[in-house]
């Protein structure tokens, strides 16, 4: 026979696993988010990668995007590069505005005494961010580095763009 006290010690021990549980219930039903790679077939790099439905979000990963050296300078070379990577994000649903974090790489410059020009590069980058007709601005981090894969690009943008589900 149970005794009182057992009997509310089971009850207690049921109650708690209940409460364990039912929080649980919820997100069982949510399925595992899909990612999506997109890109040319012969080459071993995506040029965007989509994580789909990650918890009401979708989040997109963008490689860097080298300025071709025939655009010619720093600016040219970033609005190249922007609108290249803009691109690749609209090709799967994202746009400027979804942009929360970019990282931007910069050679030195030649004509700069061999340092970033990085008022040539904010100058190519305010077309695309803080404008009136897209006034959303990511983070970002802008390095200078000794060089980039790219034989003479300047500069090289990769970002991260999150859409929600409406």
């Known amino acids: 026979m149970i005794s009182r006290l057992e009997l509310r010690s089971l009850s207690l021990g049921v109650a708690l696993l ?4 039912v929080p649980a ?3 069982a039903a949510l ?3 899909q990612i999506v790679r997109s890109g040319p077939a012969d080459f071993p790099i995506s040029g965007v990668v989509v994580v789909k439905d990650a918890g009401g ?10 300025g071709p050296a025939t655009a010619g300078d720093t600016k040219a ?6 609108t290249r990577l803009l691109e690749g994000l609209k090709a799967q649903g994202f746009g400027a505005g979804d942009i929360v ?6 050679v030195g410059d030649p004509a700069q005494g061999g340092k970033m020009d990085f008022a040539g590069m904010m100058a190519g980058y305010k077309q695309f961010f803080g404008t009136a007709d897209q006034p959303n601005k990511p983070s970002r981090t802008t390095v200078q ?6 034989p003479g690009s ?3 943008i990769e970002a991260q763009a999150v859409k929600p589900h409406r």
Do not use: H, K, N, W
């Open 154 to 156: 300047l500069v090289e």
């Open 77 to 82: 070379q970033t609005v190249a590069s922007l």
């Open 57 to 66: 979000v979708d989040i997109a990963y963008a490689s860097g995007v080298p």
């Open 145 to 150: 580095v000794a060089g980039l894969a790219s």
């Open 101 to 106: 974090m970019m990282r931007i790489y910069l």
């Open 18 to 21: 209940s409460a364990i549980a």
């Open 25 to 27: 219930a919820p997100f």
């Open 31 to 33: 399925a595992a988010p």
